[in-house]
């Protein structure tokens, strides 16, 4: 129960109407996870991940967690734009899994969508991927089955594409990554997953420990006046996090798949469910810095809005400082002529109407009482964003035989896989993603689309004057969202939420670009 927000006790005893699952390996026979290591590869070069079982003690509790060659988060992978690499996959786990190279505009074959660009790699197979990068940005990997275990269990981690351009970053004195997620763990270990079915279905898996680089208590040290970049990427499979970095300035500077048109100041990163955001941090006062996640939760029983904040870490800065040269051009924000040029050529679409749109919606059967009447209560109001699992144990015992998220075509009224979009290479689509505050439990939803990329045109009605490259996109209950699609690569890609649980409970479909 969050202790904030308490529930009826009723609901206290009512399981999942599946299975538990947990890996099975006993910890004490196993490795302890070992942190990130950095794998630079040129052009033509190979590299194997395994997928396998791993020890980590978080908390006291000493888990079996799954990790890409015995590291979690997975390695980092660092490229030069343009390059193309080999990727053998062992998988060791105890499930079946395939790697999605999240945001990579790649040749379709090698994806890894199971049942769509590949079939499953069973436990102890092997698949080889093929991976070309035409895009400097941020991006990362994960498993694409079942995601609301394997993913939740460690296995994830970063690829870094560096771009062409020499001077295409500002000059800083370090570069940081930061990967945020979080897990969920009782008194006896972790919370089992459902083995027939996803559990949480309803609101997603919330995790009650936070972590950063699979940690619960990141730390750096660094001097006074010291310019860090930081790459955030969100792991979760359902938090969206608002990161800040105690009264340090902020300089927004990119997202997924390159860089703003200009640089923003922002107090805080707002970043959804496998979303990366790009920020530079002065740090100018010697002490420590607190990074946290700010949000406001809801107790939905009682109809009551309550600050939530957790620190994630400590940025130590010493007394003795650096050479104040750079904290100079911190202070100047940077326009990136190179992007608004090239986004040039797609502003003539801006204006447009929509040329499709998906409705974003639930539909619920046979759950728990008092759940249905309290949810029925609960569209009188709602939090955009539900930033905070407020109802773990009422949450916890949907699942996706009783859950079902939906994308709908209003047009057909085709849902989920039904939906049957074609286009060319070439097209030029903008789609209006609307979130039902209708549904009877509004809840937002990160959009990813495979393959390709977007821009967001709009969010809430309000127009969006600094663009970037985006696959990913977080749509608040009850806002519609305008994104151009730039489909230029081939293929069958999936578009779906990216709460693991709600794509698990049905919230996906395929967009087709027919090859020419």
Known sequence: MHPAAPMPAGLHRDPPDVAPYLPL????????????????????DSLDLVAGPVRRTIGGRVLTLYGFNGQIPGPLIRVDQGATITVGFTNRTGLPSA????????????????????????????????????????????????????????L????????????????????????????????????PYGEEAATHALMGRFGNVLLVNGEPE?????????????????????????????????????????RFEREEWVASVAIAPAERYIVEVLFDTPGEVALTNRVRAIDHLNGRFFPEIDTLGVVAVAAGETSRERAEAFSRLGVNEAVSAEIDRYRSHFERPPDRELVLTVEADSLPFPLGMLLRLDRAYFNPVEWSGTMPVMNWATTGRQVRWILRDP?????????????????VVKLRLT???????????????????????????????????????????GEAADILLDLSNPGRWMLHCHIAEHLEAGMQTIITVEPE
């Open 25 to 44: 390996a006993d910890p004490a026979g196993l490795s302890e996870a070992r942190p990130t290591r950095i794998v630079r590869l040129s052009d033509g």
């Open 99 to 154: 790697i999605h190279w999240h945001g990579i505009r790649l040749d379709n074959a090698f994806d890894g969508v199971p049942h769509v660009t590949q079939e499953p790699v069973e436990p102890g197979g092997t698949f080889r991927y093929e991976i070309h990068f035409p895009d400097a940005g941020l991006y990362w990997y994960h498993p694409h089955h079942r995601e609301d275990i394997l993913q939740d269990l460690g």
């Open 156 to 191: 994830y981690g970063n690829l870094q594409v560096d771009a062409s351009d020499a001077g295409y970053w500002n000059p800083v004195s370090r570069e940081e990554y930061l990967v945020l997620d979080d897990i969920l763990i009782g008194e006896e270990g972790l919370i």
């Open 218 to 258: 990141y730390r750096l040290e660094i001097d006074r006046n010291e310019i860090v970049r930081f790459f955030l990427t969100n792991v979760s499979a359902t938090r969206t996090f608002n990161v800040s970095f105690g009264e340090a300035p902020i300089k927004l500077v990119a997202s997924d798949a390159g």
């Open 411 to 427: 047009a057909t009224g085709k849902e989920n896989q039904e939906i049957d979009w074609r286009f060319r290479p070439g097209d």
């Open 435 to 477: 979130n039902s505050a209708d549904a009877l439990h509004a809840m937002q939803h990160p959009i990813h689309l495979h393959g390709q990329r977007f821009l967001v045109l709009s969010q809430g009605g309000v127009a969006n004057d600094n663009l970037v490259w985006k696959d990913t996109l977080l749509v608040p209950a």
